[in-house]
């Protein structure tokens, strides 16, 4: 497997952008493809990692994860150390609820609602950088770490492409890639359907899961048109529709079964009718997004500049069962949560001297966000019991606004040969319906390089991370007073924006031009330390914040490329705490309020110990891998007091190319086995802090794929 090893970065030359970028670069002799390696190249400089911890992944590597390019964003992500699995495909970085914020070609995607639709697509991508750590002044908000896809192009696809993968759980996913160039302009296309029978993970340590379909389209374009050979337009668009049974925690699907009890009485609803079992529960979400980046780019000697509007809307639709959601939970709620957001971005490097690279840029974006409710509960006395069989029908409809903006000026001082020193401001604000905040943020890296072998980096930074606009208000809370959708309390402060000052240092050692490791340490002190829980059964993620937080951990990484063989071995350990719960504390009951308010506790998504490693052999034709993952500190109980079990995931797959079969062009097989060892593996147990329903990891999987060249 290709490698996974930090890359400490001392220049924007260096860094996993442009080597990828060169990567991907075709023959010398061919001038109108060596501009588009150029402009490649010179947009890497606008954006280094300069300090930060650089993870990058190949389409080699990629090819090596179990189901290939069919498998989900979340999946590639969680080879790279620091990164652990959660339930609704989630992952956490270094510790953090989110706070990923998601780069296509070096352009800030705007953030998307919490759903479980994973809308990035692994068949775009070239190559995916993973930046964290201190990350230089140019990276804003979302601070946790920085995705950043370099998408395929037409003249890197060297043929168009035809898929069709499919296997357990009744698994099929047609898929195809269109690409090419065509004088000035580039284009690429991929258009894909997904439909299975395990959507969202299962509640229940069963093999398959009860009503928990899932189908899911997906389309993403590239085009871009070279105006000359120092600039050129690019435009990305992106949508995705997904539709998802929200699967019920019953072992058996037996709508015989009288092994039920119903909590409420509903008028003209039999609690003893089989069709009542909550194994027929209905529920179910669908998630919408969509969005479009137009970039200008344009790179002369000394100066790089890119330019880039963007938009982006987001909606999920959760639609209840009327009467089993009445009966077994006392409301039925129909929810819409849309999110419309527009920006621009702007970014530039000068050489203002052999030692000195400045860089300036800023951000502003404005969202807007609405959470529809057709609610239908029982009336209620002050202890929470029914007293009435007839539901009342509330419908209440918010809106929240939020103005994210942030300018930034640093400086690359080339201090030496072998030593860079990065080092800027940053000035952000949030304005919205519920406040009004705002930060000047230092942030400086050394880099040195003392050798061919070692590289070492230490940096410190200060961060303004603002909350999602998902403000629930006290007349929201009021409307609902005296049923059984009450809040468990009245208290409803807003989400402030988190502030943290964060540090880092590590090492990166290459032993020989195939072997290198790596060392990362780091900690971050955090005030209003925001999290995010679901608080009802639909998948719809809400902010709330700690007063105090604090996480530290450790990164170890390891990679050996050499020939057809390619190794890696990734660990790490993360420790978190948080203290006072002090906005949206209407969602949480007294007793575990005052528990947090005087005691500092785990966070639920912790991973504490988290390993993953792999080994494949690859040829012309052939490839071969075996893959590891393992877990263990996932949060579960009454203040997050109890710890997830341990786990370990084996998974194997073998691919092969038939050259020149269709007319000419190569047919490729792949076959994988995920969880090969069939381990029974909890993620959630529907305990802890922000935590509703229990997941489990996915049961043994055999999946098969075939791709066409033509």
Excluded at 96 to 109: F, M, P, Q, W
Excluded at 170 to 197: I, M
Excluded at 428 to 447: I, T, Y
Excluded at 550 to 555: K, L, Q, S
């Amino acid at each position: 497997m290709g490698a996974v090893a930090g890359r400490n970065q001392a220049s924007g030359e260096s860094g996993g952008r442009g080597a990828a970028a060169a990567a991907a670069e075709p023959a010398a002799g061919r001038e109108r493809i060596d501009v588009v390696g150029h402009l490649n190249r010179e947009r890497a400089r606008i954006f280094p990692g300069l300090g930060a911890v650089d993870y990058t992944i190949d389409q080699r590597q990629i090819a090596a994860t179990p189901q290939g390019q069919n498998a989900a964003f979340n999946q590639i992500l969680l080879r790279v150390p620091g990164v652990v699995l959660d339930s609704y495909g989630e992952v956490h970085v270094r510790g953090e609820h989110g706070g990923l914020a998601y780069r296509v070609n070096g352009v800030l995607l705007p953030e998307g609602l919490n759903g479980f639709g994973q809308e990035l697509d692994t068949r775009i991508i070239q190559s995916v950088d993973l930046l964290t750590g201190t990350l230089p002044a140019q990276f804003g908000f979302r601070t946790a770490g920085v995705v950043d896809v370099n998408t395929k192009t037409g003249e890197s696809l060297k043929h168009n492409q035809v898929s069709l993968y499919g296997g357990s759980y009744d698994s099929v996913v047609p898929s195809v890639q269109l690409g090419g160039r065509h004088g000035k302009l580039d284009y690429f296309t991929t258009l894909s359907f997904t439909r299975n029978n395990i959507g969202i993970e299962n509640p229940s340590d069963t093999f398959r899961p009860v009503h928990d379909v899932t189908m899911q389209e997906k389309a993403f374009s590239y085009l871009s048109c070279h105006v000359d050979d120092v600039s050129r337009v690019t435009l990305l668009t992106s949508t995705s529709y997904a539709r998802f049974q929200i699967p019920n925690s019953f072992k058996t699907f037996d709508m015989r079964s009288p092994d039920y009890t119903t909590l409420y009485d509903v008028a003209g609803v039999d609690p003893h009718d089989p069709a009542m079992n909550w194994a027929g529960l209905d529920d179910s979400q669908t998630e919408q997004n969509d969005y479009a980046v137009l970039s200008y780019q344009r790179s002369t000697d000394r100066m790089n500049v890119q330019v880039s509007p963007y938009f982006r809307y987001g909606r999920i639709d959760y639609a209840p069962d009327r009467d089993r959601d009445l009966i077994y939970q006392g409301v039925s709620e129909h929810e819409v949560n849309d999110f419309t957001t527009g920006g621009v971005q702007f970014d530039l490097s000068y050489a203002i001297a052999p030692q000195h690279t400045m860089r300036v840029g800023a951000l502003g974006q404005y969202t807007s966000e609405r959470l529809d409710t057709d609610t239908l509960a029982f009336p209620a006395d002050a202890n929470g019991r029914q007293i009435s069989d007839v539901p009342v029908r509330l419908i209440d409809n918010t809106e929240n606004w939020a103005i994210e903006a942030g300018v930034y000026l640093q400086d690359e001082y080339r201090i030496a040969r072998d030593l860079t020193f990065n080092y800027g401001l940053r000035y952000d604000r949030f304005a919205s319906s519920f406040g009004r905040e705002g930060q000047l943020s230092p942030r400086a890296n050394m880099v040195w390089k003392p050798g061919r072998i070692a590289t070492l980096h230490i940096g410190y930074a200060r961060y303004f991370a603002p909350p999602s606009p998902q403000y629930v208000y006290p007349s929201t809370l009021a409307r609902f007073a005296g049923t059984t959708n009450a809040a468990a309390n009245m208290i409803d402060d807003a989400t402030r924006v988190e502030r943290s000052h964060y540090v880092d240092g590590g090492i990166l050692l290459r032993i020989t031009p195939d072997f290198q490791i790596s060392l990362d340490a780091y900690a971050k002190w955090a005030h209003d330390l925001t999290d995010l829980g679901q608080f009802g059964r639909a998948v719809i993620l809400a902010p709330f914040s700690y007063r105090r937080g604090r996480v530290h951990g450790a990164e170890f990484g390891s990679s050996w490329r050499h020939g057809p063989w390619s190794v890696f071995g990734n660990f790490s350990y993360v420790k978190t705490a948080a203290r006072d719960i002090n906005s949206a504390q209407y969602q949480f009951d007294a007793a575990e309020l005052a528990y947090i308010r005087t005691h500092a506790i785990q966070l639920d998504h912790q991973g504490e110990f988290t390993a993953t490693a792999g080994a494949s052999w690859s040829t012309k034709r052939d490839m071969a891998y075996v893959d590891f993952v393992y877990g263990y500190g996932l949060r579960s109980g009454f203040a997050n007091l109890e710890k997830q079990p341990e786990y370990d995931v084996f998974n194997i797959g073998y691919q092969h190319s038939f050259t020149r079969v269709r007319f000419g062009h190569d047919v490729t097989i792949r076959a994988d086995i995920v969880n090969l060892l069939d381990e029974r593996y909890q993620l959630r147990n529907g305990s802890g802090v922000g935590i509703y329903q229990a997941q489990y990891g996915q049961r043994r999987g055999a999946y098969f794929s075939v791709v066409s060249e033509f």
